[in-house]
Structures are given as structure tokens and as C-alpha cells.
T-cell receptor, first 112, second 114 residues
Framework: DAKTTQPPSMDCAEGRAANLPCNHS???????VYWYRQIHSQGPQYIIH???NNETNEMASLIITEDRKSSTLILPHATLRDTAVYYC?????????????FGDGTTLTVKP | ETGVTQSPTHLIKTRGQQVTLRCSSQ?????VSWYQQALGQGPQFIFQ???????GRGNFPPRFSGLQFPNYSSELNVNALELDDSALYLC?????????????FGAGTRLSVL
């Protein structure tokens, strides 16, 4: 799986959009981008994933650049409960689902 | 709530002892993976079980072993505990091996080795 690079920490004001970047410059054509988050004292929680088109669900939006070398997770209206560590993972469609490679993620702090 | 439950939530052991951690997967999920998460780091893949067979292993020594039962619940066993084994141990289940399957994680077991 391709390696990902994320900033170690970010702050966001409550009610504003949180934009979390991820660099995956060595991504291959069959590799998807996944985002998970881990709230303190809990296990990681799936947020969203995509291949090349932008994706949106009830939790977030995922914007993938045209060259697929980077992506941004957008939380449109951050709340205090969105404070967590956010992990960007790249995984091929033919890779065993259980073998996810996590980096150290981005710690997002939402402030009142 | 992911439907994945782990027990116990916390555990304290001394160096050299053995420990067994348990995981109950989400209903309908036949694949269970185990991860080790040291403080301040992301989860590291230990191994995975699919239909009661080990199916892939990360860079962990043989003293880390596991089982999966016919109901797809799973155990992680660690022998000869070392201080560096202190970590949060996470279990994740998914409905199969396919790469696009989403993993659902339990809340973890916090192991402290003294």
C-alpha cells in the first residue's frame, strides 16, 4: 500500500469547516483513499472512502485531486465532538481488507 | 456502536506472563483483524483470521498468536510479555476479505505490562 503523509495537528473553530489534507503521491491506479477517525479511548471509526471522484456522505466530503496524489477530508460544520485523530489510509481494491496500514494521523482539535 | 465488543477493557500483567484478549465480531462478519496501538501512534496490523484460519500477519513475533472460533469470535494470545507490549489492542471485523470491505473496530483492550 502507498504511504500517506498528514500534518500532525490542526485546529478548527466550532461551526467552521475543517479541511484535513493527506498526501499520497505514490498512489497506484487501483488504490482507494480511506479515512478513519479515532476519538479518545475508542477504536477507529470509518468515515468515507473514494477512488478518484469526490465523495460525500452524512459525515464528511472527500475531495481527491485529479492526479490522485493528494486528498482532503472536509467536515463541513465541525463540532466539539469531532475532536479526534484522523487517519488517511491508501488501500488497493485487491488488498486484504484487514491489513490496513495506519500512519500517525492528524490530531484535529475543534475549539469553541 | 459498531457491534464489535472486546474484553477485558483494561488489564495489568507483569513481565513474562501470558495474556488472552477476546473479541466478538459484528453479526455476519467472518473476518477479524487484530492491531496493536502504542501511545501516540497509529494502529499496527498484527494478524487477521478468516473463517478460522490465519490469513496474513504483520511484523510481530510468534509469541503473538490467535484463534478464531466457529462463531467468528476471536482471541489474541501473547506469551512471555515484555514491557513494550504495553499498548491498546484493537480488534476489527469485516464481512469478508475483499479490499473494499469496511472494517469496524471495537473500543480496544488497554494492556499494561509492569
Amino acid at each position: 500500500d502507498a504511504k500517506t503523509t498528514q500534518p500532525p495537528s490542526m485546529d478548527c473553530a466550532e461551526g467552521r469547516a475543517a479541511n484535513l489534507p493527506c498526501n499520497h503521491s505514490t498512489i497506484s491506479g487501483n488504490e482507494y483513499v480511506y479515512w478513519y477517525r479515532q476519538i479518545h479511548s475508542q477504536g477507529p471509526q470509518y468515515i468515507i472512502h473514494g477512488l478518484k471522484n469526490n465523495e460525500t456522505n452524512e459525515m464528511a466530503s472527500l475531495i481527491i485531486t485529479e492526479d490522485r496524489k493528494s486528498s482532503t477530508l472536509i467536515l463541513p460544520h465541525a463540532t466539539l465532538r469531532d475532536t479526534a485523530v484522523y487517519y488517511c489510509i491508501v488501500r488497493a481494491s485487491n488488498t486484504n481488507a484487514g491489513k490496513s496500514t495506519f500512519g500517525d494521523g492528524t490530531t484535529l482539535t475543534v475549539k469553541p | 456502536e459498531t457491534g464489535v465488543t472486546q474484553s477485558p477493557t483494561h488489564l495489568i500483567k507483569t513481565r513474562g506472563q501470558q495474556v488472552t484478549l477476546r473479541c466478538s465480531s459484528q453479526s455476519g462478519h467472518n473476518t477479524v483483524s487484530w492491531y496493536q496501538q502504542a501511545l501516540g501512534q497509529g494502529p499496527q496490523f498484527i494478524f487477521q483470521y478468516y473463517r478460522e484460519e490465519e490469513n496474513g500477519r504483520g511484523n510481530f513475533p510468534p509469541r503473538f498468536s490467535g484463534l478464531q472460533f466457529p462463531n467468528y469470535s476471536s482471541e489474541l494470545n501473547v506469551n512471555a510479555l515484555e514491557l513494550d507490549d504495553s499498548a491498546l489492542y484493537l480488534c476489527a471485523s469485516s464481512p469478508g476479505l475483499a479490499g473494499l470491505n469496511i472494517q469496524y473496530f471495537g473500543a480496544g483492550t488497554r494492556l499494561s505490562v509492569l
